[in-house]
Structures are given as structure tokens and as C-alpha cells.
């Protein structure tokens, strides 16, 4: 095979028995590579109603066929999947940076991890020699530490590592993991999986050429990308970064803050990108392969946190920033840093946060809770203090908070659940549902819970395509459109940075896969196997018992918390009767049932005729 | 004798370079055909968030590695100071790898003999300095890049003393 490896290997922590089988073309063209082939393994690899600590819930890392190549982005990604702990569905996330290319050039399209290691361990691969080493000495320790501390004891600088920090040991429920310092595979849990297994780190070192079918012409359209990604398509990555989202958003008032309270940021100027490139960036660098480079690397020059050093995007910078009511980059850098060291996602952790703080302010949680921390909005100290506490899983408070906003809240009861501002138990991301419509409809269909990146609904919102006060139908077309795009850009695994820059769209994508794969693939075939990646999650989550229309739901206080900012703005929230038929536009351009399941017809349609038990028993049940 | 303004070898702007490797990649499938960065004339170092820099050979004027082969395999352009291997004589054993102080030779995977850059002398131009996004590799003299740290430096100078309140 060219481009992929055409190999599959799988290791079983509990017994440490390692074996490979390989990757048919079928798959391989039906699921592409990335999250895609990874749902399609999960699903073929778990029972339904194991839970997502369960030895038995297997933990798969996932090349794409681009991974390897010289393609700009591509080169360089891989993804995580497996069930949830948050959600208790689909989890996923892709990650860039260097890890990636040497999984593929060790010859593995995917890595099945199941079962649960005696004791803390890592996985080292290196080509076709696996041996699961102990990490004892590792434990406690951040990913970078864990990543320095493996290649030294491997005596191989070049080495890779993907790893987890105490709070993936300690099974917090949105743990990260992270290569390369700054680079996560950061939502959905996928590092307590990987704690769950005491299954510390993965290292890899990879020798073998990869190779693509048409080098002439590939050499040819990476060189067209390389000049794409000198353009407007991405000169927002290459200037200001994300952070620039801060004053775009505060001024259409879609700037959530303190917990989804208002939907504008007095402190907006203090924390924007213009702000932050001007005082904190030190330095813009670049992951493998990439033509574009976006890292902002930040460095606090003075203060209690002087020298503290991150990369930061416009979604941390949000959920500890304006989430929190927090006007001070300085202490939004540390907590992005202390939250990699931690190996915590970087948008819940803020959300976490300022659940607890809403929930503070409203006498739900006490000061007593708190460990005598003053938890108000806006309390920068009291953020950092409480990131360490949800770190470590110390005292009363971190312990619950490290269960995310969703099962925190019902551990705490007392009307705790209306300050939870989540989908499916995913914490939401950095954009006001109440006043970006179309990403609330979005945001609630995606299998993966609260997800911005799942369809990004909040573009023809923040465009101005659409009338974002109000949900209409269409909006359930162009959600479905992008979503079975964003889940090929995840599957072949570009950056989605890079999306702009492939002016023919879905042309572009297959003209892409078939120059490095030789298998041929039309844009209508490709947009098949979206659309396919899109129902077998779903299915995924209907075995799982959620995924039916009564999870595709937005958070308390979106429907009932008017936004009370002056201006454009005032007033607004969803209605229920808007949403609901935001639910039947959506599920009727998707071929689902009023209920938010495939049809019979359309699983046969898509090839996914096998899963019609998993149909069948949710309408007996009405799950 | 070679003059100064003809000995000329790749470097890179610290300041530039954002450590992507394109040049890694693209090094490899020019000579090779295949994306393997280990077989690649230049390597990226990350040392932590902020330092990147790509190595390759600097033509060195009294290059070490020549000076250290046993088997007298490496010779050095008396006109470009591209250093050549002689595949019959290399026998990979790796003295030339330990004379170099930057690694910039290397134990090709397959070959079994050293490799090192040659300026794409082939193809005519450095592929890498073509494809590096940031632009931060450029083919130089050593008096050229010594002219490049004085000009900045002086220039450096007078902005920041002109930036200082009076």
C-alpha cells in the first residue's frame, strides 16, 4: 500500500500479548484513516455497556494516510478514540505536533490498546519490536516530563512520546494527552483511558520510509498548499492567532462570560489577541510538515507568574479568561501551563471552573468546600488554586470537580445541574449559544457532545450568513454538510488551521488522497464516507444509550438565562420550539428518524446495514 | 585556494526557523524519494518551545570529518568544499560522525555509509532553502553572515538607543 502502512497493531496490557493484522483497502477507503477507522475499530472492537474505565474498553491511536507524507499539516497528525468517560459516547480528539509521522514510519495505520496493566507502564514501539516498560519512576510526572525522562532512558532524543500527567493517572474525567510539550489530544477523556490502564505513555520511533503513489503530482499539490497557506485563507493562524476570536466575538456579543451569564466581557481589551501578541508572545513555531506555523508561545514577562511559559489558544484563553470573569493574561498563561503539566484538557478545565464559581456565588458551594478559597468570579488566584486542587484530585473540592461539570453537578445536587454548561457531559466551548443559534443546533446534534470542531456550526453564525438570533430551517443542511467535512479533514487528518487553503473543497480532499494513496476516490465517494463516519457514531452512542434525540439538548442556561447585556443581544436565549425544529431540520436532511436515529434505509444506503440491530433494539426500548 | 566569497553553505536564521522540518522532508524526497527524516541531510532541534534550529554540513574549512576517515573515503571540492563519500571506501564505521562537532554526517539506514548535504549540487539549487515556509535558510559565505550579525547588531543598537526616553 502506498501512504498507509497497511498494518494494524494490537496490544493487550493485561496479558502483554502483542499481534498485527493488516488494513484492508475497504476499510482503508471506507474510513479513511484518523477518527474515522478509529470509530469503525471501536465499534468493531468493544461490547456495548462497558464503561469507559473498563479493561475492556479498548484505547486506539490512529494514523491518517497523510500522516508521514510531506503533506503541509497532514504530515504530522493522529488521533485517539475510544468510549468516553465524560460522555459515554464516541470519544475522540487528533493532535499534531511530531508524534504522529513516526507511528506511521513504525508501519501502524492504528494502535488497539486494551486490558489494564499490572502496574504503571509505557508502550514502546519501535518499528516492529513493542515491549511494555515500567513507568513507576514516571508517575506523578507532567507529559514533558514523562517525555524527557522516556528518551532519555531510551538513549534517543528523536524518540516520540505521547503521554498522560497526575490527572490521567487519576482518572480525571477530562484528562489530556500530550505530545511534544504543547500539542493535546484534548478532549473527551482520552487520558483517563489511558490512566485507567495505568498505561502512562506511549513512545514510538519509526525508521521506515513512507511512501506516496504519485510523487510528481503530490510534490505538485503540497507545493500549491505551501502557497494556499501564504494566503488569506490562513493569515489569521499566521498573525494574531485564535485569540483574535476575543474582540470578534465580544463584539457580537457571543462572548460567554462568567459561566454563560453575560455575553460580553468588560475585560474583553485586557485579554484580547491584539493584547496578548503585544505584551506575551514571544515566538510563533510550527509543527511537522506544517506551511504556516500558528504556535503562539507566551511568556509572562513580570508578576507572581513571571517565566511562566505556554502556548496559548483563543479556547483556553477563553475558558480562563471571560468564562471566569478573569482579565489577566498572566494568570491565564499559568493556568494553561499548570494545566498541561497536569495533562488536562484546556477548554473544560475552565468551564469546570467556573461552574464551581457560579455555583459559589449562588451558596451551592461553600466557602468550607472551597478549602478557604474565595472562588468569585473573576478571582485569578483562586483559579490557579483550584486548577492545582482538580490537578492533584486534593480535598473535597478538586476531587469533585474532576469528575466534569456534568457529574459534578449531580454529586452536588441542590440545583447544582442549572450551572452546568454542558452537551452529552462535554464541557461547551468558547462561543454564547444564545446568541450564535446555529452553533447551538450544532453543538447539540455532534456525537462527540458540546464540540466546536465536530461541524463548526458557529461559522455562518459569526460570518453573518445567517440570522443567528433565530433557528431555521436550512440551518440543518449546513450543519450536515460540514460536519461530513470536518469528519474527513479529521479522518485523513489535516489541520483544521489548514481548511481554507483547499480552494476546490472536497475536489481538492480526494484529488489529495487518491496522488498519495493511488487508491481512487471521487469528491461524491469522500463526502460518502463523511456522512457514513457521521452514522456509525451515532450508532456508537444509540448502542451506548445516548444518542437519541433526548441528548441532542443545549445547557439550562442557554434556554433559560436571557442574555442581559445591552445592546443587539438583550434578551436572547433559545426557545424550546425553536430548537425542536432545529432537531427535525437536521435530523430530516441527516435520514434519521424523528427520534435522532438512521433509518434502516440510510444504514443500507451508507454499507452500515450490519448496525440495524443497534436501530431495531433502540426503537423497541425507546431509548 | 577557494576565495571567501566562493565557499558557500546553508544556514539558518534561529530567529526564523519555527522547527516544521519541511526541510527535513523535502531533503529526503529529493535525494531519496521517500519522506524519512532519517534520511534526510538536515536535522531539526527543538530545544524547548522558543529555540528551533535545522543542522547541516558547513563545509568546514579544515573539515574534521575528512581528517578523521581511516580510509581516506571523504575528499572536499578544492572550488565548493562539498565534502563527497567514496561508497567503495566508506565502511560506515563512524569516526567522520564523531569528528563532526554538529552531526551534520551521518550512518545512511540502508546504505551503510555516511551521507551528508551536497548542496542538491544535482539538481543545482538547495531544495530546502526553495521550500522552507519561513524562509529562514539561506545559502552564505561565512563572510556574508558575519556582515548580516554586524548590521543587525548595529542597527539593534542605535533603535534601542533611539527608544531610550532622554
Known amino acids: 500500500m502506498f501512504a498507509y502502512a497497511g498494518k494494524i497493531l494490537r496490544v493487550d496490557l493485561t496479558t502483554g500479548k502483542v499481534s498485527t493484522e493488516g488494513l484492508s483497502e475497504e476499510l482503508a477507503k471506507n474510513y479513511i484513516g484518523g477518527i474515522g477507522l478509529g470509530i469503525r475499530l471501536l465499534m468493531d472492537n468493544s461490547k456495548p455497556g462497558v464503561d469507559a474505565f473498563d479493561p ?100 534517543d532524543y528523536y524518540i516520540r512520546v505521547s503521554a498522560i500527567g497526575e490527572s490521567g493517572e487519576k482518572l480525571c474525567r477530562f484528562a489530556a494527552i500530550i505530545n511534544d510539550e504543547f500539542r493535546a489530544i484534548g478532549r473527551t477523556g482520552m487520558g483517563a483511558v489511558m490512566g485507567s490502564k495505568n498505561l502512562k505513555a506511549v513512545a514510538v520511533r519509526g525508521t521506515h520510509d513512507v511512501n506516496v503513489a504519485n510523487l510528481g503530482g503530490f510534490r505538485d499539490f503540497i507545493k500549491m498548499i505551501h502557497e494556499h497557506m501564504k494566503g488569506p485563507a490562513t493569515a489569521k493562524y499566521r498573525t494574531l492567532g485564535t485569540p483574535e476570536n476575543v474582540l470578534v466575538l465580544n463584539s457580537l456579543s457571543a462572548l460567554a462570560t462568567r459561566n454563560f451569564t453575560n455575553a460580553t466581557f468588560e475585560g474583553a481589551e485586557k485579554v484580547s489577541g491584539e493584547y496578548l501578541n503585544a505584551h506575551y508572545i514571544k515566538k510563533i513555531v510550527g509543527c511537522a510538515t506544517c506551511g504556516m506555523r500558528c504556535d503562539h508561545i507566551a511568556v509572562v514577562p513580570e ?66 468546600q472551597t478549602d478557604g478559597i474565595d472562588l468569585r468570579f473573576g478571582n485569578a488566584d483562586a483559579l490557579i488554586a483550584v486548577i492545582h486542587k482538580i490537578g492533584k484530585r486534593e480535598g473535597w473540592l478538586g476531587n469533585v470537580l474532576a469528575e466534569g461539570v456534568s457529574k459534578a453537578a449531580e454529586i452536588i445536587g ?48 459569526v460570518k453573518g450568513k445567517v440570522n443567528r438570533f433565530k433557528i431555521e430551517k436550512g440551518r440543518g443542511k449546513m450543519i450536515a454538510d460540514e460536519g461530513n467535512m470536518y469528519n474527513i479533514i479529521d479522518s485523513l487528518i489535516v489541520c483544521k488551521f489548514s481548511r481554507g487553503t483547499y480552494y476546490d473543497g472536497w475536489k481538492d480532499l480526494a484529488n489529495y488522497y487518491t496522488l498519495a494513496t493511488g487508491i481512487s476516490m471521487t469528491p461524491e465517494e469522500m463526502t460518502k464516507d463523511g456522512e457514513r463516519i457521521e452514522n456509525l457514531a451515532r450508532l456508537f452512542n444509540i448502542r451506548e444509550g445516548k444518542g437519541t434525540r433526548k441528548y441532542d439538548n443545549v445547557p439550562y442556561k442557554i434556554k433559560n438565562y436571557p442574555v442581559p447585556d445591552e445592546g443587539p443581544a438583550k434578551g436572547a436565549c433559545i426557545s424550546d420550539e425553536e430548537f425542536q425544529i432545529g432537531l427535525d431540520d437536521y435530523y430530516a436532511v441527516r435520514g434519521w428518524t424523528s427520534d435522532g436515529v438512521p433509518a434502516i434505509e440510510k444504514l443500507k444506503e451508507l454499507g452500515l446495514g450490519d448496525f440495524a440491530y443497534i436501530v431495531e433494539k433502540a426503537k423497541r426500548v425507546g431509548a | 585556494m577557494p576565495k571567501i566569497h566562493e565557499r558557500k553553505f546553508i544556514s539558518a536564521d534561529p530567529d526564523k526557523c519555527v522547527g516544521c522540518q519541511v526541510c527535513e522532508y523535502i531533503c529526503s524526497v529529493s535525494k531519496e524519494k521517500a519522506f524519512n527524516p532519517l534520511k534526510s541531510r538536515v536535522r531539526v532541534v527543538r530545544i524547548n518551545q ?79 532553502i526553495k521550500w522552507c515556509p519561513e524562509e529562514a535558510l539561506d545559502l552564505v559565505t561565512s563572510d556574508v553572515l558575519a556582515q548580516k550579525a554586524r548590521i543587525t547588531a548595529v542597527k539593534k543598537l542605535f533603535t534601542e538607543a533611539a527608544e531610550t526616553p532622554k
Open chain 1, 56 to 155: 475492556l474498553n479498548p484505547i486506539i491511536f490512529v494514523t491518517g494516510p497523510l500522516s508521514g507524507t510531506m503533506g503541509p499539516t497532514a504530515g504530522n497528525g493522529y488521533a485517539v478514540v475510544s468510549k468516553s468517560p465524560a460522555t459515554g459516547g464516541v470519544g475522540e480528539a487528533k493532535a499534531h505536533g511530531f508524534f504522529g509521522p513516526d507511528l506511521k514510519r513504525a508501519g501502524y495505520d492504528a494502535v488497539i490498546i486494551t486490558g489494564k496493566a499490572e502496574k504503571l507502564s509505557y508502550l514502546w514501539i519501535d518499528d516492529d519490536r513493542v515491549r511494555v516498560m515500567s513507568a513507576e519512576r514516571m508517575r506523578g510526572k507532567s507529559p514533558h516530563e514523562t517525555d524527557k525522562a522516556i528518551r532519555e532512558e531510551l538513549g
Open chain 1, 303 to 368: 508578576g507572581p507568574y513571571q517565566g511562566s511559559t505556554s502556548r496559548l489558544e483563543f479556547e483556553c484563553l477563553w475558558s480562563m479568561g471571560p468564562l471566569c470573569g478573569i482579565d489577566r493574561l498572566d494568570a491565564i498563561i499559568e493556568g494553561m501551563r499548570i494545566a498541561n503539566e497536569y495533562g488536562m484538557d484546556g477548554i473544560s478545565i475552565g468551564v469546570v471552573v467556573a461552574f464551581a464559581m457560579d455555583a459559589y456565588e449562588h451558596g451551592i458551594i461553600t466557602k468550607e
Open chain 1, 414 to 461: 441542590n440545583g447544582a445541574e442549572k450551572y452546568a454548561c454542558h452537551i452529552k457531559g462535554l464541557e461547551l466551548p468558547g462561543y454564547d449559544l444564545r446568541t450564535l443559534k446555529t452553533a447551538a443546533l450544532g453543538f447539540s446534534v455532534s456525537f462527540r457532545g458540546a464540540c466546536h470542531l465536530r461541524n463548526g456550526a458557529y461559522s455562518p453564525d
Open chain 2, 50 to 128: 522558543l529555540v528551533n534550529l535545522p543542522v547541516m554540513c558547513r563545509l568546514c574549512e579544515d573539515p574534521p570529518c575528512v581528517a578523521a576517515c581511516p580510509r581516506d573515503a571523504l575528499t572536499q571540492s578544492e572550488e565548493t568544499g562539498i565534502i563527497s563519500v567514496d561508497k567503495d571506501k566508506c565502511n560506515g564505521c563512524g569516526w567522520c560522525i564523531e569528528a563532526c562537532d554538529y552531526g551534520a554526517i551521518m550512518l545512511h539506514p540502508d546504505a551503510k555509509i555516511v551521507y551528508v548535504c551536497d548542496l542538491c549540487k544535482e539538481k543545482g539549487e538547495p531544495q530546502c
